[in-house]
């Protein structure tokens, strides 16, 4: 084949920068090393050396200098994998999430630290934040809510009574696929799912497979495992399950919202800074009497806080007795909120701060 003087010349220069790159990306790497140096010398350095808040500037920053042709999203994807690289050199973060190998949680925990981390999965939510409590995992990645099926009930209750604080927060777009060793539709007589997704995909799989039975599994990565022997069964997951237990996608983005996101939260033993763009979670409980619930939301709106999420559970520790869980705009450091905290300690019986932290980014 004739060589290209114009192709050849674009490839010289990509070669030049590849190299920068590499030269670059280590030069980051050794400042990583002696900042791990530092903190090993300091007090107190056997802690995490995760920091969520200067996480958050950094992408932050490297997405406002983006000019494309990348998209801001896979420019901090690319940029997270940088970082997530240099901090093992430091220290390898053990992260605990909702397994089996394959979940969307398992995605949430990529997207939010990265490749170069430990992963261990556990069958529960309770299993999850007793690993983090006891010290085995740095941090843990539990779901807490779904755009369309609302929110994860266990883990708003387990947070009730935990000592783990929230310090971050990842959104997932959640894509279903359909997966399956069938060559067709009509092949199928069972699917597989976690009983969310099988809600989440509800009118498609009465249009395309009515005829097949529905059955819940614990995961979609449980289904997929299950889907993995049976060839007339399918099960509904993520491209990550599919790679996983090695089985085709039979028809993809199934999900009756393409909009679909999945809210999780990054559970650990600290506080996180202010990073300058953060929400607060707390709960608290009120009297059982007219307006009580009123009076105590004064407390933001009189300090000027934004309430941006309310949700109620019962206490436990009484019929009819209820806690609420709140997110607002803003660090619990900020002086607003920390006055719309002192005022709403004085109108109810309970307030717990659950954590500050960064809003989630791309």
């Known amino acids: 084949m004739k060589s290209n003087p114009k192709l050849e010349a674009i490839r010289r220069r990509i070669d030049e920068l590849d190299a920068r790159l590499v030269k670059l990306i280590n030069q980051r790497a050794k400042l990583a090393q002696q900042v791990a140096k530092i903190k090993h010398s300091s007090p107190g350095g056997n802690e995490s050396f995760y920091r969520p808040e200067r996480e958050a500037q950094v992408l932050r920053t490297v997405v406002g200098r983006n000019e494309g042709p990348l998209s801001n999203e896979e420019m901090a994807r690319l ?8 901090l093992a050199l430091e220290q390898q973060l053990r992260i605990a999430y909702l397994g089996p190998e394959g979940t969307f949680t398992q995605a949430a925990v990529h997207k939010r630290f990265g490749h170069s981390v430990r992963t261990t999965a556990l069958g529960s939510i309770d ?4 690993e983090v409590e006891s010290g085995a995992c740095h941090y843990g990645v539990v779901p807490v809510e779904n755009s369309i099926e609302g929110v994860v009930n266990h883990t708003l209750d387990v947070l009730i009574d935990s000592p783990l604080l929230i310090c971050g927060e990842v959104e997932l777009r959640i894509h279903q696929h359909l997966l399956s060793r069938a060559r067709k539709l009509d092949g199928i007589a069972r699917v597989y799912s976690h009983q969310q997704s099988l809600a989440q995909c509800r009118r498609w799989l009465d249009k395309h497979l009515l005829h097949a039975e529905r059955i819940p599994a614990t995961s979609n990565a449980e289904a997929a495992r299950l889907t993995r022997k049976d ?3 399918a099960a509904i997951a993520g491209v990550s399950a599919s790679e996983v237990y090695k089985l085709p996608i039979l028809a993809r983005n199934i999900e009756d919202e393409p909009d679909n996101t999945t809210r999780f939260l990054v559970l650990g033993r600290h506080a996180t800074g202010r990073s300058g763009h953060d929400k607060t979670s707390l709960l608290f409980a009120t009297a059982n ?15 000027g ?15 009819w007795d209820y806690v609420f869980f709140v997110d607002v705009d803003g660090h619990a450091q900020d002086e607003p909120v920390k ?13 717990k701060l659950l954590g500050s932290y960064p809003r989630s980014q791309l």
């Open 305 to 319: 806080v934004n309430m941006v999420r309310i949700e109620s559970r019962p206490s436990r520790r009484g019929m």
């Open 79 to 86: 940029f997270r994998e940088v970082m997530s690289a240099c």
């Open 339 to 351: 006055a719309a905290i002192r005022q709403l300690e004085s109108t109810t019986s309970v307030v």
């Open 289 to 303: 009497r007219p307006g009580a619930l009123q009076a105590t939301l004064r407390s933001f709106s009189d300090n």
């Open 127 to 130: 299993q999850i934040f007793r």
């Open 231 to 233: 060839k007339h069964a």
